[in-house]
Protein backbone atom coordinates (compact mmCIF):
# COMPACT_ATOMS: atom_id res chain seq x y z
CA UNK A 1 0.00 0.00 0.00
CA UNK A 2 1.08 3.54 -0.86
CA UNK A 3 2.83 4.94 2.27
CA UNK A 4 0.63 8.49 2.04
CA UNK A 5 -2.53 6.34 1.84
CA UNK A 6 -1.25 4.26 4.26
CA UNK A 7 -0.66 7.55 6.61
CA UNK A 8 -4.08 9.49 5.92
CA UNK A 9 -6.03 5.96 6.35
CA UNK A 10 -3.88 5.61 10.13
CA UNK A 11 -4.65 9.06 11.15
CA UNK A 12 -8.39 9.03 10.22
CA UNK A 13 -8.57 6.00 12.61
CA UNK A 14 -7.22 7.56 14.69
CA UNK A 15 -9.48 10.56 14.73
CA UNK A 16 -12.57 8.34 14.38
CA UNK A 17 -11.39 6.65 17.42
CA UNK A 18 -11.05 9.94 19.36
CA UNK A 19 -14.30 10.66 17.91
CA UNK A 20 -16.01 7.93 19.17
CA UNK A 21 -14.36 7.30 22.54
CA UNK A 22 -15.22 11.14 23.71
CA UNK A 23 -18.97 11.25 21.79
CA UNK A 24 -20.36 7.91 22.91
CA UNK A 25 -22.81 8.13 24.44
CA UNK A 26 -22.05 11.55 25.65
CA UNK A 27 -24.78 12.76 27.09
CA UNK A 28 -26.66 10.21 28.85
CA UNK A 29 -24.10 7.82 30.40
CA UNK A 30 -23.51 10.27 33.20
CA UNK A 31 -26.30 12.83 34.28
CA UNK A 32 -24.86 16.42 34.34
CA UNK A 33 -22.43 17.99 37.58
CA UNK A 34 -24.24 20.86 39.26
CA UNK A 35 -21.67 23.04 37.70
CA UNK A 36 -22.30 21.72 34.14
CA UNK A 37 -26.14 22.78 34.89
CA UNK A 38 -24.75 26.03 35.89
CA UNK A 39 -22.81 26.84 33.32
CA UNK A 40 -25.83 25.47 30.75
CA UNK A 41 -28.38 27.95 32.14
CA UNK A 42 -26.09 30.68 32.18
CA UNK A 43 -25.10 30.46 28.73
CA UNK A 44 -28.93 29.86 27.83
CA UNK A 45 -29.78 33.43 30.04
CA UNK A 46 -27.29 34.67 28.16
CA UNK A 47 -27.90 33.80 24.82
CA UNK A 48 -31.98 35.05 25.38
CA UNK A 49 -31.27 38.34 27.77
CA UNK A 50 -28.06 38.98 27.34
CA UNK A 51 -27.15 38.80 31.05
CA UNK A 52 -26.72 35.81 33.37
CA UNK A 53 -29.20 34.39 35.20
CA UNK A 54 -28.11 37.11 38.28
CA UNK A 55 -29.41 39.90 36.05
CA UNK A 56 -25.31 40.74 34.96
CA UNK A 57 -24.72 42.27 31.41
CA UNK A 58 -22.65 40.31 29.52
CA UNK A 59 -19.87 39.56 32.08
CA UNK A 60 -16.56 39.68 30.22
CA UNK A 61 -13.97 38.52 33.67
CA UNK A 62 -16.32 35.86 35.19
CA UNK A 63 -19.99 35.22 35.78
CA UNK A 64 -21.42 35.18 39.46
CA UNK A 65 -23.13 31.51 39.09
CA UNK A 66 -23.32 30.03 42.64
CA UNK A 67 -21.23 33.13 44.30
CA UNK A 68 -17.86 30.91 42.64
CA UNK A 69 -17.52 33.71 39.90
CA UNK A 70 -16.74 31.14 37.23
CA UNK A 71 -14.33 32.22 34.21
CA UNK A 72 -16.55 33.46 31.54
CA UNK A 73 -14.82 31.94 28.26
CA UNK A 74 -16.46 27.98 28.77
CA UNK A 75 -20.36 30.22 29.34
CA UNK A 76 -19.78 31.94 25.54
CA UNK A 77 -18.44 28.52 24.06
CA UNK A 78 -22.14 27.19 25.25
CA UNK A 79 -24.26 29.78 23.90
CA UNK A 80 -24.18 28.80 20.47
CA UNK A 81 -24.99 25.66 21.09
CA UNK A 82 -27.95 26.42 22.87
CA UNK A 83 -29.05 28.41 20.07
CA UNK A 84 -28.81 25.94 17.35
CA UNK A 85 -29.95 22.45 19.69
CA UNK A 86 -31.14 24.19 22.68
CA UNK A 87 -30.29 23.69 26.22
CA UNK A 88 -29.74 20.23 26.58
CA UNK A 89 -26.45 18.10 28.19
CA UNK A 90 -25.10 17.65 24.67
CA UNK A 91 -24.98 21.83 24.21
CA UNK A 92 -22.95 21.79 27.37
CA UNK A 93 -20.77 19.38 26.98
CA UNK A 94 -19.85 19.83 23.30
CA UNK A 95 -17.39 22.84 23.44
CA UNK A 96 -15.59 20.86 26.24
CA UNK A 97 -15.77 17.53 23.67
CA UNK A 98 -14.13 19.83 20.56
CA UNK A 99 -11.69 20.92 22.90
CA UNK A 100 -10.44 17.51 23.30
CA UNK A 101 -10.45 16.37 19.95
CA UNK A 102 -8.62 19.43 19.26
CA UNK A 103 -5.67 18.37 21.82
CA UNK A 104 -5.53 15.23 20.27
CA UNK A 105 -5.03 16.65 16.83
CA UNK A 106 -2.55 19.04 18.25
CA UNK A 107 -0.29 17.10 19.96
CA UNK A 108 0.26 15.61 16.93
CA UNK A 109 1.06 19.09 15.26
CA UNK A 110 3.29 19.87 18.12
CA UNK A 111 5.33 16.69 19.05
CA UNK A 112 6.98 17.08 14.98
CA UNK A 113 7.85 20.59 15.77
CA UNK A 114 9.89 18.81 18.99
CA UNK A 115 11.61 16.89 16.81
CA UNK A 116 11.78 18.19 13.72
CA UNK A 117 15.12 17.38 11.66
CA UNK A 118 16.37 15.28 14.52
CA UNK A 119 18.92 12.64 13.69
CA UNK A 120 17.25 10.01 15.13
CA UNK A 121 13.96 10.17 12.50
CA UNK A 122 15.96 8.04 9.67
CA UNK A 123 13.64 5.65 9.77
CA UNK A 124 11.42 6.40 12.68
CA UNK A 125 9.42 9.17 10.72
CA UNK A 126 8.26 12.03 12.14
CA UNK A 127 4.78 12.09 11.11
CA UNK A 128 4.54 8.73 12.00
CA UNK A 129 5.56 9.64 15.58
CA UNK A 130 3.17 12.47 15.59
CA UNK A 131 0.34 9.92 15.14
CA UNK A 132 2.29 7.40 17.43
CA UNK A 133 1.17 10.85 20.19
CA UNK A 134 -1.98 11.43 18.97
CA UNK A 135 -2.98 7.88 19.34
CA UNK A 136 -1.66 8.11 22.77
CA UNK A 137 -3.61 11.19 23.35
CA UNK A 138 -6.92 9.44 21.63
CA UNK A 139 -6.85 6.47 23.82
CA UNK A 140 -5.25 8.51 27.65
CA UNK A 141 -7.64 7.97 30.13
CA UNK A 142 -7.40 11.10 31.58
CA UNK A 143 -8.02 13.26 28.15
CA UNK A 144 -11.23 10.80 27.86
CA UNK A 145 -12.63 11.75 30.92
CA UNK A 146 -12.08 15.18 30.67
CA UNK A 147 -13.42 15.55 26.74
CA UNK A 148 -16.69 13.57 27.93
CA UNK A 149 -18.36 16.32 30.74
CA UNK A 150 -18.60 20.35 30.51
CA UNK A 151 -15.17 21.07 32.41
CA UNK A 152 -13.80 24.74 31.54
CA UNK A 153 -10.08 23.29 32.23
CA UNK A 154 -10.02 20.73 28.90
CA UNK A 155 -11.19 23.87 26.90
CA UNK A 156 -8.43 26.23 28.60
CA UNK A 157 -5.93 23.22 28.00
CA UNK A 158 -6.67 22.92 24.41
CA UNK A 159 -6.04 26.62 23.84
CA UNK A 160 -2.77 26.65 25.97
CA UNK A 161 -1.55 24.04 23.60
CA UNK A 162 -2.64 25.71 20.42
CA UNK A 163 -0.92 28.92 22.21
CA UNK A 164 2.60 26.99 22.15
CA UNK A 165 2.16 25.62 18.94
CA UNK A 166 1.74 28.90 17.61
CA UNK A 167 4.81 30.27 19.29
CA UNK A 168 6.54 27.18 17.82
CA UNK A 169 5.28 28.08 14.08
CA UNK A 170 6.44 31.60 14.28
CA UNK A 171 9.68 30.09 15.80
CA UNK A 172 10.18 27.77 12.57
CA UNK A 173 9.46 30.37 10.39
CA UNK A 174 12.64 32.03 8.59
CA UNK A 175 11.06 35.32 8.54
CA UNK A 176 9.08 34.71 12.02
CA UNK A 177 5.60 36.57 10.84
CA UNK A 178 3.72 38.63 13.26
CA UNK A 179 0.43 36.64 12.82
CA UNK A 180 1.40 33.31 14.85
CA UNK A 181 2.68 35.53 17.68
CA UNK A 182 -0.24 37.37 17.86
CA UNK A 183 -2.21 34.04 17.40
CA UNK A 184 -0.20 32.16 20.20
CA UNK A 185 -0.87 35.31 22.72
CA UNK A 186 -4.83 35.22 21.68
CA UNK A 187 -4.98 31.61 22.50
CA UNK A 188 -2.86 32.13 26.09
CA UNK A 189 -5.11 34.85 27.17
CA UNK A 190 -8.53 32.98 26.16
CA UNK A 191 -7.04 30.23 28.44
CA UNK A 192 -7.28 32.69 31.05
CA UNK A 193 -10.78 33.59 30.38
CA UNK A 194 -12.03 30.22 30.61
CA UNK A 195 -10.21 28.82 33.91
CA UNK A 196 -8.35 30.32 37.06
CA UNK A 197 -5.35 28.28 37.27
CA UNK A 198 -4.20 29.80 33.66
CA UNK A 199 -4.42 33.23 35.25
CA UNK A 200 -1.20 32.12 36.55
CA UNK A 201 0.02 29.65 34.30
CA UNK A 202 -0.41 31.17 31.15
CA UNK A 203 1.23 34.42 31.59
CA UNK A 204 4.45 32.14 33.12
CA UNK A 205 4.54 30.20 30.07
CA UNK A 206 4.35 33.12 27.59
CA UNK A 207 7.55 34.19 29.85
CA UNK A 208 9.10 30.86 29.41
CA UNK A 209 7.82 31.33 25.54
CA UNK A 210 9.50 34.80 25.22
CA UNK A 211 13.28 33.55 26.78
CA UNK A 212 13.19 30.68 23.88
CA UNK A 213 13.19 33.25 21.65
CA UNK A 214 15.55 34.79 23.25
CA UNK A 215 17.93 31.63 23.23
CA UNK A 216 17.40 31.38 19.46
CA UNK A 217 19.80 34.29 19.45
CA UNK A 218 23.03 32.46 18.60
CA UNK A 219 25.23 35.44 19.27
CA UNK A 220 28.64 34.80 20.94
CA UNK A 221 28.20 38.12 22.99
CA UNK A 222 27.53 38.69 26.61
CA UNK A 223 24.37 38.08 27.54
CA UNK A 224 23.51 41.50 28.53
CA UNK A 225 24.48 42.39 25.24
CA UNK A 226 22.66 39.79 23.86
CA UNK A 227 19.70 41.28 25.38
CA UNK A 228 19.66 43.93 24.07
CA UNK A 229 20.62 43.01 20.42
CA UNK A 230 17.61 41.00 20.84
CA UNK A 231 15.53 43.75 21.97
CA UNK A 232 16.82 46.27 19.06
CA UNK A 233 16.28 43.15 16.83
CA UNK A 234 12.57 42.56 17.55
CA UNK A 235 10.98 45.91 19.30
CA UNK A 236 8.42 46.09 16.58
CA UNK A 237 7.32 42.82 17.51
CA UNK A 238 7.77 43.06 20.95
CA UNK A 239 5.72 46.17 21.83
CA UNK A 240 2.85 44.93 19.37
CA UNK A 241 2.91 41.99 21.19
CA UNK A 242 2.74 43.14 24.51
CA UNK A 243 0.08 45.71 23.52
CA UNK A 244 -2.19 42.87 22.37
CA UNK A 245 -1.98 41.29 25.15
CA UNK A 246 -2.65 44.06 27.28
CA UNK A 247 -5.93 44.98 25.49
CA UNK A 248 -6.82 41.14 25.32
CA UNK A 249 -6.52 41.22 29.26
CA UNK A 250 -7.94 44.45 30.28
CA UNK A 251 -11.14 43.28 32.00
CA UNK A 252 -8.80 40.88 34.03
CA UNK A 253 -6.43 43.25 34.76
CA UNK A 254 -9.02 45.90 35.73
CA UNK A 255 -11.31 43.32 38.07
CA UNK A 256 -7.70 41.99 40.04
CA UNK A 257 -9.16 43.02 43.39
CA UNK A 258 -12.84 41.89 42.46
CA UNK A 259 -14.40 38.84 43.72
CA UNK A 260 -14.93 38.44 39.62
CA UNK A 261 -11.01 37.19 39.82
CA UNK A 262 -9.86 36.65 43.30
CA UNK A 263 -13.10 34.88 45.25
CA UNK A 264 -12.25 31.15 44.19
CA UNK A 265 -8.14 31.67 45.15
CA UNK A 266 -9.60 32.67 48.58
CA UNK A 267 -11.77 29.76 48.97
CA UNK A 268 -9.02 27.11 48.28
CA UNK A 269 -5.80 28.44 48.89
CA UNK A 270 -3.57 26.62 51.64
CA UNK A 271 -2.96 30.54 53.08
CA UNK A 272 -6.66 30.34 54.29
CA UNK A 273 -5.52 27.01 56.18
CA UNK A 274 -6.04 28.45 60.10
CA UNK A 275 -4.36 24.97 61.12
CA UNK A 276 -1.00 25.87 60.21
CA UNK A 277 -0.96 29.59 61.42
CA UNK A 278 -2.09 27.57 64.44
CA UNK A 279 0.47 25.10 64.41
CA UNK A 280 3.33 27.65 63.52
CA UNK A 281 2.40 29.56 66.72
CA UNK A 282 2.04 26.61 69.22
CA UNK A 283 5.33 25.18 68.39
CA UNK A 284 7.16 29.16 68.43
CA UNK A 285 5.56 29.24 72.01
CA UNK A 286 6.93 26.17 72.38
CA UNK A 287 10.84 26.51 71.54
CA UNK A 288 10.64 30.45 72.05
CA UNK A 289 14.57 31.82 70.41
CA UNK A 290 15.53 32.39 67.14
CA UNK A 291 15.56 28.90 66.24
CA UNK A 292 11.86 28.75 67.06
CA UNK A 293 11.39 31.65 64.59
CA UNK A 294 13.15 30.36 62.03
CA UNK A 295 11.97 26.95 61.35
CA UNK A 296 8.54 27.40 62.61
CA UNK A 297 7.26 30.45 61.15
CA UNK A 298 4.18 30.18 58.96
CA UNK A 299 6.04 30.95 55.67
CA UNK A 300 8.47 27.59 56.58
CA UNK A 301 5.10 25.79 56.89
CA UNK A 302 3.38 26.46 54.50
CA UNK A 303 6.28 26.14 52.22
CA UNK A 304 6.43 22.14 53.82
CA UNK A 305 2.87 21.84 52.72
CA UNK A 306 3.24 23.58 49.12
CA UNK A 307 6.23 21.16 48.52
CA UNK A 308 4.42 18.03 49.80
CA UNK A 309 1.53 18.84 47.38
CA UNK A 310 3.47 19.32 44.67
CA UNK A 311 5.67 15.97 44.61
CA UNK A 312 1.94 14.26 45.41
CA UNK A 313 1.24 15.33 42.06
CA UNK A 314 4.09 12.32 40.73
CA UNK A 315 2.84 9.60 43.48
CA UNK A 316 2.14 6.47 41.30
CA UNK A 317 -1.29 5.96 43.31
CA UNK A 318 -2.45 9.27 41.57
CA UNK A 319 -0.65 9.03 37.83
CA UNK A 320 -1.21 5.01 37.82
CA UNK A 321 -3.30 2.69 40.03
CA UNK A 322 -6.49 5.08 41.19
CA UNK A 323 -6.10 8.51 40.52
CA UNK A 324 -7.82 11.66 42.24
CA UNK A 325 -9.41 10.82 45.33
CA UNK A 326 -12.55 12.95 43.90
CA UNK A 327 -14.77 10.42 41.42
CA UNK A 328 -15.71 12.91 39.16
CA UNK A 329 -12.15 13.39 38.08
CA UNK A 330 -11.27 9.77 37.76
CA UNK A 331 -12.94 6.00 37.51
CA UNK A 332 -11.29 5.11 40.83
CA UNK A 333 -10.33 1.63 38.98
CA UNK A 334 -7.10 2.87 37.64
CA UNK A 335 -5.24 6.31 37.45
CA UNK A 336 -4.80 9.14 35.37
CA UNK A 337 -2.55 7.31 32.81
CA UNK A 338 -2.35 3.50 32.32
CA UNK A 339 -0.53 1.41 34.43
CA UNK A 340 2.15 0.68 31.27
CA UNK A 341 2.66 3.88 30.92
CA UNK A 342 4.84 4.20 33.82
CA UNK A 343 7.14 2.79 32.27
CA UNK A 344 7.40 4.70 29.04
CA UNK A 345 7.16 8.08 31.39
CA UNK A 346 10.13 7.19 33.11
CA UNK A 347 11.80 6.53 29.63
CA UNK A 348 10.32 9.85 28.68
CA UNK A 349 12.32 11.81 30.97
CA UNK A 350 15.01 9.80 30.14
CA UNK A 351 15.29 10.97 26.74
CA UNK A 352 14.69 14.91 27.52
CA UNK A 353 17.50 14.28 30.35
CA UNK A 354 19.61 12.56 28.09
CA UNK A 355 19.03 15.15 25.05
CA UNK A 356 19.63 18.12 27.18
CA UNK A 357 23.35 16.98 28.26
CA UNK A 358 24.57 16.15 25.01
CA UNK A 359 26.23 20.01 24.06
CA UNK A 360 25.46 20.41 20.34
CA UNK A 361 26.45 23.60 18.09
CA UNK A 362 23.73 22.30 15.71
CA UNK A 363 20.77 25.44 15.34
CA UNK A 364 17.90 22.75 14.63
CA UNK A 365 19.08 20.68 17.73
CA UNK A 366 19.48 23.34 20.10
CA UNK A 367 15.71 25.08 19.18
CA UNK A 368 14.53 21.27 19.67
CA UNK A 369 16.41 21.12 23.02
CA UNK A 370 15.09 24.80 24.18
CA UNK A 371 12.08 23.03 23.54
CA UNK A 372 12.38 20.17 25.55
CA UNK A 373 13.36 22.75 28.14
CA UNK A 374 10.13 24.88 27.90
CA UNK A 375 8.30 21.31 28.66
CA UNK A 376 9.70 20.74 31.79
CA UNK A 377 8.97 24.52 32.63
CA UNK A 378 5.50 23.95 31.39
CA UNK A 379 5.33 20.88 33.71
CA UNK A 380 6.73 22.52 36.73
CA UNK A 381 4.29 25.69 35.91
CA UNK A 382 1.19 23.75 35.19
CA UNK A 383 1.90 22.20 39.20
CA UNK A 384 2.18 25.23 41.25
CA UNK A 385 -1.68 26.61 41.38
CA UNK A 386 -2.66 22.80 42.17
CA UNK A 387 0.36 22.77 44.83
CA UNK A 388 -1.32 25.78 47.02
CA UNK A 389 -4.24 24.90 47.34
CA UNK A 390 -6.37 22.29 49.74
CA UNK A 391 -7.36 19.22 47.74
CA UNK A 392 -4.16 17.65 46.50
CA UNK A 393 -3.28 15.75 44.11
CA UNK A 394 -5.80 17.66 41.87
CA UNK A 395 -6.63 16.00 38.15
CA UNK A 396 -8.57 19.07 36.93
CA UNK A 397 -6.43 21.28 38.05
CA UNK A 398 -3.20 20.02 36.64
CA UNK A 399 -5.24 19.18 33.58
CA UNK A 400 -3.22 21.96 31.60
CA UNK A 401 0.00 19.94 31.92
CA UNK A 402 -1.54 16.70 30.32
CA UNK A 403 -0.23 17.21 27.14
CA UNK A 404 3.14 16.84 28.50
CA UNK A 405 2.96 13.82 29.95
CA UNK A 406 1.27 12.15 27.18
CA UNK A 407 4.10 13.97 24.94
CA UNK A 408 6.53 12.62 28.04
CA UNK A 409 4.79 9.08 27.33
CA UNK A 410 4.97 9.22 23.46
CA UNK A 411 9.07 10.31 23.98
CA UNK A 412 9.29 6.93 25.94
CA UNK A 413 7.78 4.92 23.52
CA UNK A 414 10.27 6.33 20.88
CA UNK A 415 13.56 5.60 23.04
CA UNK A 416 12.19 1.91 24.02
CA UNK A 417 11.65 1.45 19.99
CA UNK A 418 14.97 2.99 19.10
CA UNK A 419 16.56 0.70 21.69
CA UNK A 420 14.42 -2.38 20.52
CA UNK A 421 15.20 -1.78 16.33
CA UNK A 422 19.33 -1.92 17.45
CA UNK A 423 18.62 -4.58 19.91
CA UNK A 424 20.75 -8.07 17.55
CA UNK A 425 17.82 -10.42 17.32
CA UNK A 426 20.35 -13.15 15.95
CA UNK A 427 20.30 -15.37 19.05
CA UNK A 428 16.35 -15.30 18.95
CA UNK A 429 16.19 -16.23 14.99
CA UNK A 430 18.47 -18.92 14.99
CA UNK A 431 16.15 -20.28 18.09
CA UNK A 432 12.82 -19.80 15.80
CA UNK A 433 14.73 -21.60 13.16
CA UNK A 434 15.64 -24.54 14.96
CA UNK A 435 11.56 -25.27 15.98
CA UNK A 436 9.76 -26.82 12.65
CA UNK A 437 6.64 -25.12 13.61
CA UNK A 438 7.74 -21.82 13.22
CA UNK A 439 11.11 -21.76 10.73
CA UNK A 440 8.97 -20.95 7.67
CA UNK A 441 6.99 -17.86 9.39
CA UNK A 442 8.55 -14.21 8.78
CA UNK A 443 8.33 -11.30 11.04
CA UNK A 444 10.83 -8.52 11.99
CA UNK A 445 11.53 -7.31 15.09
CA UNK A 446 9.82 -4.02 14.62
CA UNK A 447 6.86 -6.15 13.76
CA UNK A 448 6.86 -7.88 16.84
CA UNK A 449 7.42 -3.88 19.00
CA UNK A 450 4.09 -2.88 17.54
CA UNK A 451 2.09 -6.05 18.05
CA UNK A 452 2.84 -6.07 21.45
CA UNK A 453 2.56 -2.35 22.59
CA UNK A 454 -0.89 -2.28 20.98
CA UNK A 455 -2.01 -5.90 22.80
CA UNK A 456 -1.14 -4.03 26.20
CA UNK A 457 -3.14 -0.67 24.92
CA UNK A 458 -5.57 -2.46 24.21
CA UNK A 459 -5.98 -4.99 26.99
CA UNK A 460 -5.71 -1.36 29.25
CA UNK A 461 -8.82 1.06 27.05
CA UNK A 462 -10.59 -2.50 27.05
CA UNK A 463 -10.33 -2.78 31.20
CA UNK A 464 -10.87 1.49 31.36
CA UNK A 465 -13.93 1.36 28.61
CA UNK A 466 -15.62 -1.48 30.59
CA UNK A 467 -15.58 0.07 33.99
CA UNK A 468 -16.11 3.22 32.97
CA UNK A 469 -19.39 2.67 31.50
CA UNK A 470 -20.75 -0.56 32.75
CA UNK A 471 -19.48 0.04 37.00
CA UNK A 472 -18.49 3.70 36.87
CA UNK A 473 -22.25 5.10 36.18
CA UNK A 474 -23.81 2.76 38.64
CA UNK A 475 -21.10 2.81 41.46
CA UNK A 476 -20.87 6.76 41.88
CA UNK A 477 -23.92 7.81 39.88
CA UNK A 478 -24.98 10.66 43.46
CA UNK A 479 -21.95 11.50 42.51
CA UNK A 480 -23.19 13.26 39.50
CA UNK A 481 -26.80 14.20 41.00
CA UNK A 482 -28.89 11.52 39.26
CA UNK A 483 -32.01 12.13 39.47
CA UNK A 484 -32.68 15.67 39.87
CA UNK A 485 -33.65 15.96 36.33
CA UNK A 486 -36.80 13.66 37.17
CA UNK A 487 -37.00 15.95 40.11
CA UNK A 488 -38.18 19.12 37.92
CA UNK A 489 -40.41 17.17 35.19
CA UNK A 490 -42.23 15.28 38.90
CA UNK A 491 -42.62 19.33 40.51
CA UNK A 492 -44.22 20.81 37.33
CA UNK A 493 -46.68 18.14 36.75
CA UNK A 494 -47.67 17.76 40.72
CA UNK A 495 -47.34 21.50 41.58
CA UNK A 496 -50.47 23.09 39.22
CA UNK A 497 -52.73 23.08 42.24
CA UNK A 498 -50.40 23.25 45.36
CA UNK A 499 -48.39 26.50 45.26
CA UNK A 500 -45.55 25.81 47.60
CA UNK A 501 -43.00 23.23 47.18
CA UNK A 502 -39.90 22.52 49.31
CA UNK A 503 -36.59 21.07 47.72
CA UNK A 504 -34.05 19.53 50.21
CA UNK A 505 -30.17 19.69 48.84
CA UNK A 506 -29.02 16.41 49.85
CA UNK A 507 -27.74 15.93 46.60
CA UNK A 508 -26.82 20.11 46.01
CA UNK A 509 -28.49 23.27 43.57
CA UNK A 510 -31.69 21.77 43.20
CA UNK A 511 -32.99 25.27 41.58
CA UNK A 512 -30.56 25.09 39.30
CA UNK A 513 -31.23 21.79 37.82
CA UNK A 514 -35.51 22.81 38.06
CA UNK A 515 -34.35 26.36 35.82
CA UNK A 516 -32.27 23.73 33.42
CA UNK A 517 -34.49 21.03 32.80
CA UNK A 518 -37.40 23.19 32.54
CA UNK A 519 -36.03 25.72 30.60
CA UNK A 520 -37.13 28.69 32.86
CA UNK A 521 -37.98 32.40 31.18
CA UNK A 522 -34.30 33.79 32.73
CA UNK A 523 -36.23 36.81 33.14
CA UNK A 524 -38.08 35.64 35.68
CA UNK A 525 -34.77 33.96 37.55
CA UNK A 526 -33.40 37.43 37.05
CA UNK A 527 -36.29 39.47 38.96
CA UNK A 528 -35.76 37.20 42.29
CA UNK A 529 -32.29 38.39 42.10
CA UNK A 530 -32.35 40.73 44.93
CA UNK A 531 -35.35 39.38 46.79
CA UNK A 532 -34.59 35.51 47.10
CA UNK A 533 -32.66 34.28 50.31
CA UNK A 534 -29.50 33.50 49.02
CA UNK A 535 -26.23 31.25 50.52
CA UNK A 536 -23.94 33.24 48.56
CA UNK A 537 -25.11 33.18 44.88
CA UNK A 538 -27.35 29.67 44.94
CA UNK A 539 -30.73 30.93 45.19
CA UNK A 540 -32.78 29.45 48.09
CA UNK A 541 -36.01 30.52 46.71
CA UNK A 542 -37.92 31.46 43.85
CA UNK A 543 -41.53 31.93 43.34
CA UNK A 544 -43.37 29.15 45.64
CA UNK A 545 -40.42 27.26 46.25
CA UNK A 546 -38.25 27.17 48.94
CA UNK A 547 -34.39 25.33 49.26
CA UNK A 548 -34.01 23.71 52.59
CA UNK A 549 -31.06 22.26 54.30
CA UNK A 550 -33.89 20.30 57.12
CA UNK A 551 -37.35 19.47 57.87
CA UNK A 552 -37.38 22.33 60.36
CA UNK A 553 -38.04 24.94 57.77
CA UNK A 554 -41.38 23.63 56.28
CA UNK A 555 -43.68 25.78 57.56
CA UNK A 556 -46.47 26.24 54.77
CA UNK A 557 -49.17 23.19 54.48
CA UNK A 558 -49.89 22.07 52.15
CA UNK A 559 -47.01 21.77 49.57
CA UNK A 560 -45.26 19.49 47.77
CA UNK A 561 -41.72 18.20 49.04
CA UNK A 562 -39.27 16.74 47.40
CA UNK A 563 -37.23 15.27 50.44
CA UNK A 564 -34.11 12.21 50.83
CA UNK A 565 -35.57 9.03 52.12
CA UNK A 566 -34.40 10.00 55.48
CA UNK A 567 -35.87 13.19 55.56
CA UNK A 568 -38.88 11.73 54.45
CA UNK A 569 -38.51 8.86 57.58
CA UNK A 570 -37.76 11.56 59.80
CA UNK A 571 -41.55 13.77 58.79
CA UNK A 572 -43.27 10.74 59.22
CA UNK A 573 -42.65 10.77 62.88
CA UNK A 574 -44.95 14.58 62.91
CA UNK A 575 -48.38 13.82 64.05
CA UNK A 576 -49.21 16.86 62.67
CA UNK A 577 -48.19 15.53 58.97
CA UNK A 578 -50.24 13.88 56.82
CA UNK A 579 -48.55 12.71 53.48
CA UNK A 580 -51.21 12.06 51.15
CA UNK A 581 -48.64 10.33 48.11
CA UNK A 582 -45.00 10.08 47.58
CA UNK A 583 -43.33 9.13 44.78
CA UNK A 584 -39.59 7.80 44.68
CA UNK A 585 -36.70 9.32 42.41
CA UNK A 586 -33.85 6.63 41.58
CA UNK A 587 -30.49 7.17 40.63
CA UNK A 588 -28.63 4.73 37.65
CA UNK A 589 -28.39 2.47 40.15
CA UNK A 590 -32.01 1.95 40.98
CA UNK A 591 -31.34 3.61 43.90
CA UNK A 592 -33.48 5.64 46.21
CA UNK A 593 -31.97 9.16 46.39
CA UNK A 594 -34.93 11.88 46.41
CA UNK A 595 -38.97 11.31 47.43
CA UNK A 596 -41.35 13.84 45.72
CA UNK A 597 -44.79 13.79 48.33
CA UNK A 598 -47.44 15.60 49.01
CA UNK A 599 -48.18 16.76 52.31
CA UNK A 600 -50.95 18.23 54.27
Same mark, same amino acid.
Given at each position: ???????????????????????????????????????????????????????????????? =??????????????????????????????????????????????????????????????????? !??????????????????????? !??????? %???? =?????????????????? =?????????????????????????????????????????????????????????????????? &??? @???????????? +????????? !???????? +??????????????????????????????????????????????????????????????? !?? @????????? @?????????????????????? %?? &?????????????????????????????????????????????????????????? @?????????????????????????? +???????????????? %???????????????????????????????????????????????? %? #????????????????????????????????????????????? #???????????????????????????
Amino acid at each position: MNKKILYRATFCLILILALFLRLYKIDTLLPPYWEEVALGYDAYSISQTLRDHHGNFLPLAALE =SFGDWKPSLYFYAIVPFVKIIGLSVMSVRLPSFLAGMSIVFGLGVLIKQILQNNRGNTKFELKNFGL !LTMLVAAISPWAILFSRTGWEVN !LATALIL %WGII =SFFKFLRSERKPLRFLLL =SILFLVLSMYAYHATRLIAPLLGLGLTAIWFLENNSSASTPKKFLTFFYKNVAKLSIALIFTLVLA &FPL @LKNLSNPATSQR +FRETSIFSN !LEIIEESN +FRKATQPGLIGKIFYHRYILFGREITKNYLSHFNANFLFLKGDANVRHSIQYMGQLYHIEIIF !LL @LGFFFVFKT @LGTKTNDPEQKLQNNFLRFLLF %WL &FIGIIPASITHASPHALRILPTMPVFIILIALGIRQLFLWFRNFDFTPITTLKNKIPK @LKNINFSSLTIFWVVLLIFYFGELSM +FARFYTQIYPLKYSNE %WQAGQGDVELNLRILTKQIKQAYLSRSLGRPLMYYWFYGETDPRLVQE %W #NNKAKKDQGEYLQFEGIDVINSIDEIVVRPAMVVLSPKQLTELKK #NQEIKIVFSREIVNLAKETVLIVAEIR
